[in-house]
């Protein structure tokens, strides 16, 4: 049963509207008739299994049978801060790390990046892509995607986060079941530099702020290798993969 979305301002006691592109690709695409059932999800963690009252090309209206909070969602909350790659490999980036289960991702920019901005047409794809991943592995949670900002600026909200990891080349701690902490935790920060490597003094900063720098292995990773392979690490580990 395919997914659709709904904001939470859809939504009416147990009726929802699907507008736009949502009801086109309901009613319209894959030619869905009253009386059928639906699932919509709100992208805050609700999972509607849902019963067609109207569809239309531009809106539709359901009717909630059930629902469930956070199916399929991580019980850690990820955030994944990456420093952003060249053309269009953040896009992968972002539909990988969303189908895998992140909480957030925020775009960041460090000493040695390429990449120092992006305009309000990128970031608005990166949402509509983010909220595309999710329909197709069946999310009930649309990650956010944070305005871009420095590394120094993120330092300022490490605090916030109960553990924290990033990769570094030349970390002398390696990835086993001794890095992670005994009992699941509620926020983790994942922080994956450029493919110039962060800095030394980025990395001191980070550990300042309790953060663990790993290493990811002798093969140089690009950007969005090394974010999926530790992402998937830390997920793995507390059984969230």
Same mark, same amino acid.
């Given at each position: 049963?395919?997914?659709?979305? @709904?904001?939470?301002?859809?939504?009416?006691?147990?009726?929802? +509207?699907?507008?736009?592109? $949502?009801?086109?690709?309901?009613? *319209? %695409? &894959?030619?869905?008739?009253?009386?059928?059932?639906? %699932?919509?999800?709100?992208?805050?963690?609700?999972?509607?299994?849902?019963?067609?009252?109207?569809?239309?090309?531009?809106?539709?209206?359901?009717?909630? &049978?059930?629902?469930?909070?956070?199916?399929?969602?991580?019980? @850690?909350?990820?955030? &994944?801060?990456?420093?952003?790659?060249?053309?269009?490999?953040?896009?992968?980036?972002?539909?990988?790390?969303?189908?895998?289960?992140?909480?957030?991702?925020?775009?960041?920019?460090?000493?040695? @990046?390429?990449?120092?901005?992006?305009?309000?047409?990128? @970031?608005? *794809?990166?949402?509509?892509?983010?909220?595309?991943?999710?329909?197709?592995?069946?999310?009930?949670?649309?990650?956010?995607?944070?305005?871009?900002?420095?590394?120094?600026?993120? $330092? #300022?909200?490490?605090?916030?986060?109960?553990?924290?990891?990033?990769? +570094?080349?030349?970390? #002398?701690? *390696? %990835?086993?079941?001794?890095?992670?902490?005994?009992?699941?935790?509620?926020?983790?920060?994942?922080?994956?530099?450029? $493919?110039?490597?962060?800095?030394?003094?980025?990395?001191?900063? &980070?550990?300042?702020?309790?953060?663990?720098?790993?290493?990811?292995?002798?093969?140089?990773?690009?950007? $969005?290798?090394?974010?999926?392979?530790?992402?998937?690490? %830390?997920?793995?580990?507390?059984?969230?993969?």
């Amino acid at each position: 049963m395919p997914n659709f979305y @709904s904001p939470p301002e859809n939504r009416q006691g147990e009726i929802i +509207w699907l507008r736009g592109s $949502e009801a086109h690709h309901m009613c *319209r %695409v &894959l030619r869905k008739r009253p009386g059928e059932k639906v %699932v919509v999800v709100d992208g805050e963690g609700n999972e509607f299994t849902c019963v067609i009252d109207r569809c239309e090309a531009r809106k539709a209206e359901v009717k909630v &049978l059930s629902v469930r909070r956070k199916p399929k969602e991580p019980v @850690s909350r990820v955030t &994944l801060a990456v420093a952003i790659p060249k053309g269009e490999r953040m896009d992968r980036l972002i539909e990988k790390a969303t189908e895998l289960g992140v909480y957030r991702i925020i775009p960041i920019i460090c000493e040695r @990046s390429n990449v120092k901005g992006v305009g309000k047409q990128k @970031s608005a *794809r990166w949402k509509r892509i983010a909220l595309s991943a999710i329909k197709q592995c069946e999310r009930s949670l649309l990650p956010r995607i944070e305005e871009t900002r420095t590394l120094v600026q993120l $330092e #300022k909200d490490l605090k916030s986060y109960q553990w924290g990891v990033a990769g +570094w080349e030349l970390s #002398k701690r *390696r %990835v086993t079941q001794n890095l992670f902490p005994r009992e699941p935790v509620g926020d983790v920060i994942v922080i994956v530099g450029p $493919e110039g490597g962060l800095t030394e003094q980025e990395v001191k900063r &980070l550990g300042h702020s309790g953060v663990l720098d790993v290493w990811l292995g002798e093969r140089k990773l690009r950007v $969005e290798t090394a974010a999926i392979v530790l992402v998937s690490l %830390v997920l793995n580990y507390y059984g969230d993969l």
